[in-house]
């Protein structure tokens, strides 16, 4: 089974309370965001986007610019129907991070738990480079992965681990670091994955 075969099929047979990433409200990142005083006018891409309530969010407070990319067609149709009306606000992109080619840049790049998932270290240095790219100097970016106390495996795939010095190498080049946090994730099964939120500006 490829890439977005998988993922396919993990939004097609699971309803969103079934997957261990699961949150009603986004807690975290709407803080961080919310931390960075992003204009209404800000233009904001939400990577791995699923089917998270942080789109619903932006959307109810009127951010006018927001995109959302997952390699699942079928995440960001349910999304879509759940935002109703609303999903007429938000730029739709079906594809895999790694083949993303934006039409432009973006003043605040969020991802939570979709970085985690490249363990091969070119698609990590793949990843990194598409975010010197895509980031307008001065934006912002955050990225939420499994910490180094954190799962190993997730919807049965092999997982990196990073903790906040990790984080910040990783990006360095291009990157600084604004702040970085730990926290520990209830899933809807009552079990606890610890992760790490870090907070980039890019350099200008």
Known sequence: MDKKEHWETVFSQKQQNEVSWYQSVPKSS???FESNNVSKDAVIIDVGSGDSYFIDYLVDNNYQNVYALD??????TRLKTRLGDK???VHWIVSDVLDFKAPLAFDYWHDRAAFHFLSDANDVD???SITNNYIKPNGKMMIATFSDSGPLKCSGINVKQYSKDDLESQFS???E???CVDEVHLTPFNTTQNFTY???KKKS
């Open 126 to 128: 793949r990843y990194v």
């Open 30 to 32: 709407i803080e961080f």
């Open 71 to 76: 390699i699942s067609e079928y995440a960001l």
């Open 198 to 200: 870090c907070s980039f």
């Open 173 to 175: 080049n291009a990157f």
């Open 177 to 179: 670091r604004i702040k």
């Open 87 to 89: 999903a007429s606000r």
